[in-house]
């Protein structure tokens, strides 16, 4: 029998001031690397700087920073002239706001960027010369040869020594891949995947805090017979889905989907593993959940299959059968794991080297912030 093998609750993960509301059942427990670091605010930390600090990730950084104790010994908060000036309070400190401009890291040991590819490419080689390390959350180093892509429970070994002060840029895979790559790379090691076919239901969250702020306002505005305000994406979103709003490419992928097939080959250094993907957005405010089927190498049956994922670093196990409960995008949201359910054996198939997942994964967490903490964690 499937269990519904989620751990005994830590207490809940920090929640961001909206969305706290409709968490169903209990709060998952949440299971930290070894390498955790313990400390704060301390004179022999590394000096830090968020890029892009007002925006949906940025705001992130700043929780999982605390939630983990991250140390430091300084602290700057850059974004645009839109909020130079700007006050914030954080980890019992009042900060200004300042404008990012290209001598905004001299002294800073390490970076954390997530303020739009166009920024990373101009700035994330600057912050690196005054001999800053950047972890960068956009897309725009993800495929530079030399750059480290890094989940750290896959591939942590792929970080070339790169370390706190030393300058040099890292980047973090697209959400998507990281939150498949956490629940197939186990199932990977054990008996090769092959194949992989995944479809996404993306939440608002991948597209930045205003796209979440649409969500909202087009919800109340649809339950109150108003025409949805679109800002943001050209359709409906609420009570809607639609094809992943990311630039359409010339073989009919779109780039998020061409995202998950490339940086798995990078991730995995196996450009000969067959990937295809189909990334749609749903009208959830903060977890993606994805469908992915693989194809092995080797037999692997879904007992088997189970017991791996539930040894595996990050991840946790809802797969109850008998209730017909599996991950939510509402159990991953604002925790660090990412939950697989509905494993089972891919009938299609007359072997037993067909597996079938279900995963959710809170993305801005660990599609993005948790995953690029971790990261910085290692430059320590
Ligand atoms: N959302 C996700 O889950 C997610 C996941 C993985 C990667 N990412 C990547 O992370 C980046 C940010 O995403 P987000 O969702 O946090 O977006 P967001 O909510 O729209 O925030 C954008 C941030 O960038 C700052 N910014 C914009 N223009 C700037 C400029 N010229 N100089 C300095 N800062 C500037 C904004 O500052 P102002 O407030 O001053 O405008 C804001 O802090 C993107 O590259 C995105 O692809 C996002």
Not at 180 to 205: C, E, F, K
Not at 255 to 277: G, L
């Amino acid at each position: 029998m499937r269990s519904c093998g989620r751990e005994a609750g830590s207490g809940a993960a920090l929640k961001s001031p909206s969305y706290q509301h409709g968490r169903i059942g209990r709060t998952p427990g949440r299971r930290r690397l070894a390498f955790r670091v313990q400390a704060a605010k301390t004179d022999n930390g590394p000096s830090l700087a968020i890029v892009g600090v007002t925006g949906a990730v940025g705001q992130e950084f700043l929780r999982v920073l605390k939630e983990r104790d991250f140390p430091y010994s300084n602290m700057k908060f850059l974004a645009s002239a839109r909020s130079a000036g700007k006050q914030m309070d954080w980890d019992g400190n009042h900060y200004t706001i300042e404008e990012l401009t290209d001598k905004s890291f001299g002294g800073v040991d390490i970076a954390l960027f997530s303020a739009g590819g166009s920024i990373s490419k101009k700035y994330a080689p600057l912050a690196s010369d005054a001999g800053c390390t950047v972890v960068d959350n956009s897309s725009a180093f993800r495929m530079t040869e030399g750059v480290p892509l890094i989940i750290p429970e896959v591939n942590a070994d792929h970080l070339n020594g790169h370390k706190a002060g030393k300058g040099g840029i890292i980047a973090n895979p697209n959400c998507s891949t990281i939150i498949a790559l956490m629940a197939v790379t186990p199932i990977h090691r054990a008996a090769g995947v092959r194949r992989m076919v995944v479809s996404t239901y993306q939440a608002a969250s991948g597209a930045g805090q205003a796209a979440m702020d649409e969500l909202e306002q087009q919800t109340r505005e649809v339950l109150e017979g108003k025409p949805p305000t679109q800002n943001i994406f050209p359709f409906q979103y609420a009570f809607n889905l639609f094809s992943h709003n990311a630039p359409m490419q010339e073989n009919g992928y779109n780039e998020e989907e061409m995202k998950m097939v490339k940086e798995t080959h990078k991730i995995w250094r196996q450009p000969d593993v067959a990937i295809t993907a189909t990334c749609i957005r749903v009208p959830i405010m903060r977890a993606h959940a994805e469908s992915i089927n693989l194809e092995l190498e080797n037999e692997l049956s879904e007992d088997e299959a189970e017991k791996i994922l539930k040894e595996a670093p990050g991840v946790s196990i809802i797969n109850d059968r008998a209730a017909n409960r599996f991950p939510m995008p509402l159990d991953a949201s604002h925790n660090d794991d990412v939950y697989v359910g509905r494993i089972r054996q891919d009938i299609s198939r007359s072997d037993k080297k067909g597996l079938d997942l279900f995963v959710c994964g809170d993305q801005i967490k660990k599609g993005a912030a948790l995953n690029a903490v971790q990261v910085a964690e290692l430059l320590l």
